[in-house]
């Protein structure tokens, strides 16, 4: 038995897992917030080009209209999860850092620049970040992750303050959205256009989508 054979086994073990348990509690749990927007980006969504990337085009320039309130509020606590640490990622970080005053951008490994911490978004949350942001924002990182989008979502939520918003964006396939639809007792929105990306692979075609969900914690 190999090597690969087995890290190929351990890996449809954790899928499997983080499947049911996403199963289980989108159907017995409550998500303890409001919708306040669920859907597929469309062609007719603000993009800035220089963001570059497909998605990033759309889901940078809807997350900054976002923060655009808080920008007016100094005490105002921004949290940027899976920052991602180069290029594009940094670009952006510098951007929150340039319009908010306390924002604070984490990730699994660490970093050396400014207002950076290592956290791994699939928990623990630390004591201190309990209910203590304004705004709680993840870009297209949900789809990535072998472990329960659901848990994720919902330590996502714990840091958020009662009234504070939870913005997650995701790229589809990857994002779980029959899971999400179902936790939150609502199907996504579906424009005329949607922005879509079509990649050729050995298969054939493969169309990603993007989509948004922007939470209100109760």
Same mark, same amino acid.
């Given at each position: ?11 449809? *073990?954790? *899928?499997?897992?983080? #499947? ?17 927007? +669920? ?8 993009? #800035? ?9 759309? @889901?940078?320039? +809807?997350? %900054? ?30 951007? /929150? ?10 990730? +699994? ?5 400014? #207002? ?13 970040? *309990?209910?203590? +942001?304004?705004?709680?924002? #993840?870009?297209?990182?949900?789809? @990535? *992750? ?6 994720? %979502? ?29 936790? /939150? ?22 169309? %990603?989508?993007?989509?948004?969900? /922007?939470?209100?914690?109760?």
């Amino acid at each position: 038995m190999g090597l690969h054979y087995l890290r190929r086994t351990k890996r449809r *073990i954790r *899928i499997l897992f983080a #499947n049911a348990t996403d199963f289980v509690l989108s159907v017995f749990l409550l998500p303890g917030c409001e919708v306040e927007d +669920f859907r597929f980006f469309s062609k007719t969504d603000q993009k #800035n080009l220089k963001w570059i990337e497909w998605s990033r085009v759309y @889901e940078y320039e +809807f997350a %900054l209209q976002i923060l655009y309130p808080y920008e007016l509020v100094d005490s105002a606590q921004i949290h940027n999860t899976s920052w991602g640490f180069t290029d594009l990622h940094l670009a952006f970080k510098e951007e /929150l850092e340039r319009r908010v005053r306390n924002v604070v951008h984490s990730d +699994f490994r660490k970093s050396n620049a400014i #207002n950076t911490t290592v956290f791994d978004i699939r928990g623990p949350v630390p004591k201190q970040w *309990i209910e203590k +942001f304004d705004l709680v924002m #993840n870009i297209s990182t949900l789809e @990535e *992750i072998e472990y329960s989008q659901i848990i994720v %979502l919902r330590n996502l939520l714990s840091m958020t303050k009662p009234g504070g918003k939870v913005l997650v964006t995701f790229d589809i396939p990857g994002f779980k959205l029959g899971t999400f639809e179902r936790y /939150l007792r609502r199907k996504i929105d579906v424009p005329t256009n949607p922005v879509e990306n079509i990649q050729e692979n050995v298969s054939g075609e493969k169309s %990603l989508k993007v989509g948004l969900l /922007l939470l209100v914690k109760s």
